[in-house]
């Protein structure tokens, strides 16, 4: 597609509810990240995919958070038995992937606002 | 480990005036990026200007340019020209070539007066 196309754009979940949040990359892009942003705050990093791969998932909180990536192109990021400090705005991001001598730039998604009621 | 420091936490421009947003960056690789992103209310991330350790040259995107002293390990931004449409928060990062994992500075948040 054209841009990084994040769904859904907004989820209100009860506690303890999973909650699936699914990121689709510019395609052509083979790197894929996943960031969290909660109110008023920075951008915190999640978990990196090369392919269909995770090299670097030390961002992510707890083993309630997990992601995966099919196919080299859509990922999903799942959070089970919810909390309320999960709030937050999860923004993905793509780009043309490791490799070379120079980063890459990251092109983001819109995010999907999830809140924890 | 690679860290983002932006000083300003908010700061008001004057319509059609030019604005230096701070970014200050700490990093022990040799090769790495440096990304500006744009974030208005709508919450939308965007990419505004890039500048690699080994560039030479600052960086210049329309209106936006980068001032960048790698012995200070500096990279300001530059807003000429502002607009009401600039209002909006700034973040600063930094990339290594391997990965790619962008970390990011707290931003600043940019108001742009009439």
């Known amino acids: 597609g054209a841009g990084v196309s994040q769904s859904p754009s907004n989820k209100v979940t009860e506690k303890g509810k999973d909650v699936e949040l699914r990121c689709d990359p510019i395609?052509?892009?083979?790197?894929l990240y996943w960031y969290r942003q909660s109110l008023g705050q920075g951008l915190e990093f999640l978990i990196y995919?090369?392919?269909?791969?995770?090299?670097?998932k030390s961002g992510l909180p707890s083993d309630r958070f997990s992601a995966e990536r099919t196919g080299g192109s859509v990922s999903t990021l799942t959070i089970q038995r919810t909390q309320q400090e999960d709030s937050a705005v999860y923004l993905c991001a793509s780009s043309l992937g490791a490799g070379g001598d120079l980063p890459r730039t990251a092109f983001f998604g819109q995010g999907t606002r999830l809140t924890v009621v | 480990a690679q860290k983002i420091t932006q000083t300003q936490p908010g700061m008001f421009v004057q319509e059609k005036e030019a604005v230096t947003l701070d970014c200050t960056y700490d990093t022990s690789d040799q090769s790495y990026g440096l990304f500006w992103y744009k974030q208005p209310s709508s919450g939308e991330m965007i990419f505004l200007i890039y500048?690699?350790?080994?560039?030479?040259q600052n960086a210049t995107e329309g209106r936006y340019s980068l001032n960048f002293q790698k012995a200070r390990k500096s990279a300001n931004l530059v807003i000429s020209a502002s607009q009401l449409g600039d209002s909006a928060m700034y973040f600063c990062?930094?990339?290594?070539?391997?990965?790619?994992?962008?970390?990011f500075g707290g931003g600043t948040r940019v108001l742009v007066k009439p």
């Open positions: 395609s052509g892009h083979t790197a």
């Open positions: 500048q690699g350790s080994y560039d030479e």
């Open positions: 995919f090369q392919g269909n791969s995770a090299p670097d």
């Open positions: 990062a930094i990339s290594k070539a391997a990965g790619n994992k962008l970390t």
